[in-house]
């Protein structure tokens, strides 16, 4: 059993081989028949997409009353079998790998903008995510501001320096792990999107795709309360456009790096329909209850868009 110890003092835990991937399965099987946990997740690769490669999965499972679990699977070390190895702590027959975790409904999975990771999954492993609760989209639905300011979606860096309570401290901290990370990757920083490939990962890198899966819970937790003053058509709005997302990620005409992914939705044209939103959330009512700075975060993926 890998050892655990609070988040904020221990690294993320590195999955990448047959043991440590059965004694992560392990763990998580564990976590969620025991613990019905929120599970965070985001994807690193190379031009992350149908057209690139995933290099990297950060998973955070979060449950009340027990401290954070943060895992880094190596996917480019392990491949398809980081999500196909069946786990011996699975009591159910349908839910037995990680791939069936992220395709199940019952289990929700938080993304920040989960467009292209769900492209990437799909496109290289036959990943068909469903349960899916996408922050950037909380956020978006949430804002305070007139129709007007919520024309353009906004960046999880900009969420985080606005949103997240860190202290001016621990922003700071923050900014400077994400620094040292872009110095490894980013061409206009005198790094190479290769640098996700190389093994031994680099620490800074190791930071650099933990850091933010470390701060979704509390964007999730912010959101969420926002959401909940307001009227319960939001919700299923959301809900509705976070399963749009999906399927046009798995369509053969999208685009993962078009200028327009920019452009928040309509929200007045969102259907507010409650009969495909419980087909997809199958019974999780008021999940998805529970962005400026674009240009930062695109670059995470290996280039802009």
Not at 77 to 88: C, M, N, Q, V
Not at 123 to 141: P, T
Not at 214 to 236: C, F, N, S, V
Request: proline share 4%.
């Amino acid at each position: 059993m890998l050892s655990h110890s609070e988040p904020r003092t221990i690294p993320a835990l590195v999955v990448d081989d047959s043991k440590s991937l059965a004694s992560f399965l392990q763990d998580l099987f564990e976590a969620v028949h025991l613990q019905s946990p929120t599970l965070y997740l985001d994807l690193e690769g190379i031009k992350l997409s149908r057209n690139g490669s995933v290099s990297l999965l950060t998973l955070l499972t979060h449950s009340n009353g027990k401290p954070d679990r943060v895992y880094l699977v190596d996917i480019h070390t392990l491949g398809s079998s980081a999500f196909t190895t069946i786990s011996s702590s699975s009591n159910d027959r349908k839910i037995r790998t990680l791939k069936d975790i992220l395709e199940s409904r019952r289990i929700p999975k938080v993304f920040f903008d989960v467009r292209n990771d769900s492209d990437a999954l799909f496109s290289h492993f036959g990943i068909k995510m469903k349960g899916i609760i996408d922050l950037q989209l909380m956020e978006s639905a949430s804002r305070r501001t007139g129709a007007n300011g919520k024309r353009f979606l906004v960046g999880l860096g900009k969420c985080i320096e606005r949103d997240s309570g860190l202290s001016d401290e621990e922003k700071k901290v923050w900014e400077t792990s994400k620094d040292k990370g872009k110095k490894l990757f980013a061409p206009e920083e005198g790094g190479r999107y290769e640098a996700f490939n190389e093994r031994p990962l680099h620490d800074d890198l190791k930071i650099y795709c933990e850091q933010d899966v470390r701060l979704l819970p509390r964007l999730h937790e912010i959101y969420d309360a926002r959401l909940r003053k307001m009227p319960g058509i939001w919700t299923r709005k959301i809900n509705n456009e976070t399963k749009r997302r999906l399927e046009e990620s798995m369509a053969a005409s999208y685009e993962p790096h078009g200028k327009d992914k920019a452009l928040a939705p309509d929200w007045k044209e969102v259907s507010d329909d409650s009969s495909s939103e419980d087909e997809e959330w199958d019974g999780y009512e008021d999940t998805a209850r529970d962005c400026e700075g674009w240009e930062d975060d695109m670059i995470k993926n290996g280039e802009y868009f």
